[in-house]
């Protein structure tokens, strides 16, 4: 998980507000992060740790899970001022209408974010491409997913429906159950 904190003040009582999705110019995320949390939006950008090679090291970076892509709870008077924010391309849309996220949604990829070394976990139950599962054990129990591949592990496909994104994860099938 990212090391800024989600802070969001309890002075907008009037409007609501919503998990909107914002798209950002190339590698701006973490300075739009930082840009909006210091305007004290609440925030959320899903990171990742990749290993970079270089030719004389390897260096673990962390990246964004979904390039271009940053979260922001915010009500319609806080969305344009986020859109004013530099780096902030666009306000994410679907069909004409704004997308947005299920706070469901935001916690899952938070609790994926949080539990790394379950996302390559060997496992030996088998269950049929397509299939719908629910975890039920574990640090990622409730979520949601379908699997998508069989080779010797069980990888599903978490998907995010309000931006059309997805994300692979490998667990062990005992924490698994048809959905």
Known sequence: MHNIPSLRPDNHD???AYWRVFYTRPRAEKKCECLLFEQNVEVFLPIRTVVKQWKDRKKKIDEPLF????FARVDERERI??????GIVRCVTFGGSLAEITQSEISQLKLLQTHPGWLETVCG???KIG?????EAGPLRGLKGEVIEYRGTTRLIVRVSSIDMAVKVELPSS????A
Not at 131 to 135: D, E, F, N, Q, S
Not at 175 to 178: E, H, Q, V, Y
């Open 125 to 127: 139950q088998h269950f």
């Open 81 to 86: 001022e986020v859109l004013g924010t530099r």
């Open 175 to 178: 924490l698994l159950r048809s």
């Open 14 to 16: 009037s409007a609501p």
């Open 67 to 70: 390039p271009n892509y940053i």
């Open 131 to 135: 299939a719908k599962i629910t975890i």
